[in-house]
């Protein structure tokens, strides 16, 4: 199999005893580190009224993460494009990308992420987007980008600030978890990142991976398929070491369930908490597709799973009670893939 490109997606995770600050200032750092281990991307992810992750506007921390790094591609994974005008996005990522040129990494989801009634609260006192125009704004959103919108579109002589050239945009991707959404990236000609680490979404991913490419229509952006897969992965320098730390991700999986909005718990902590046969069962599911353990271990894994996706682009999301254990963990991935700085350049 070819050499398999790496990057990162940071849901910047809060443990319980630190605060939202420092989420995201290791968010940064974190970020730092990948560039000068050889990742070559780094997309940050929008939550809202989570509890336990930090990151709500993505596109702040995309500026913020793009001026203390020099070259790695930085993006959103993603602009939950629902809660917006597709104007508004189109000229939050054109300033980006002047800043950044041919650095920035736009990547766009049709979940709320959040629960209903913090959507509502995203929108009031305007109503909600209804979910059925997200294919709309999408091609808006690109349109307005680009700088193509047809001369019959009701918004075509409004041009999204800064302007042309329209062909230096920033890299569009759609993210999803469905076939909806694959089938919405292969018929406008889009990238598709796949959310496997969701860990319910893992089991049907290989099929939607290959409804992409089956049904992909070449567009002016975009002549094949081109494919990301987001795994979640925890490794460690033992096999028992990484399933201590994954044991945090473990009790937030139950809170999750329970509907506790909470900061993840330390791994002293959750590997003495009691989960009922019912809980037991559904972390057996999803965990039976996390990616965790020693790292040649890890390393086979990520290979197996590139290669059932059929795709050379990995994305890793690996949320850790500890920092130390989170940059450990990416440490001793790129060692076993020998990652370099030098790669990171390739976008």
Not at 3 to 24: C, H, M, N, Y
Not at 30 to 50: F, P
Not at 178 to 197: C, N, V
Request: contains cysteine; glycine residues 8%; negative net charge.
């Amino acid at each position: 199999m070819p050499e398999l490109s790496l990057g990162i997606v940071d849901q910047s995770p809060i443990r319980k005893g630190g605060t939202v600050s420092q989420a995201l200032q290791e968010t940064v750092r974190l970020a730092q580190i990948a560039e000068n281990l050889g990742y070559h991307r780094y997309w940050v992810a929008e939550h809202h009224n989570s509890g336990g992750f930090a990151g709500t506007a993505p596109e702040i921390l995309i500026g913020q993460i793009a001026s203390q790094t020099k070259h790695i591609t930085v993006g959103s994974g993603g602009v939950m494009l629902s809660h917006y005008s597709s104007l508004k996005v189109a000229e939050t990522f054109r300033v980006l990308e002047s800043f950044y040129p041919q650095r920035i990494e736009l990547g766009i989801g049709r979940a709320p992420g959040s629960d209903q009634g913090t959507a509502l609260a995203l929108a009031y006192p305007k109503q909600p987007v209804d979910i059925q125009t997200f294919p709309q704004q999408v091609t808006d959103l690109i349109g307005f980008l680009s700088g193509t919108l047809p001369e019959e579109h009701i918004f075509s002589s409004i041009k999204s600030q800064p302007g042309p050239p329209p062909n230096v945009i920033p890299g569009i991707w759609l993210l999803g978890s469905s076939d909806y959404s694959a089938r919405l990236a292969a018929m406008l000609g889009l990238p598709f990142s796949f959310a496997d680490f969701f860990g319910t979404t893992a089991e049907h991913g290989p099929m939607i991976a290959e409804l992409y490419r089956r049904h992909f229509q070449p567009s002016g952006y975009l002549s094949e398929p081109k494919f990301n897969v987001a795994l979640q992965v925890v490794c460690a320098e033992t096999d028992d070491r990484a399933a201590f730390i994954s044991s945090s991700r473990n009790v937030s999986r139950i809170n999750s369930l329970r509907g506790i909005r909470e900061p993840a718990v330390s791994p002293e902590d959750a590997s003495k908490v009691q989960f009922s046969t019912l809980e037991l069962q559904h972390l057996a599911r999803i965990g039976s597709h996390a990616i965790e353990g020693s790292p040649s271990v890890v390393k086979q894994k990520i290979i197996d799973a590139a290669e059932t996706y059929r795709t050379e682009d990995v994305s890793i999301v690996t949320n850790c009670y500890y920092f130390e254990d989170r940059v450990k963990s990416f440490e001793l991935i790129a060692e076993a893939f020998k990652l370099t700085p030098e790669q990171s350049t390739a976008s």
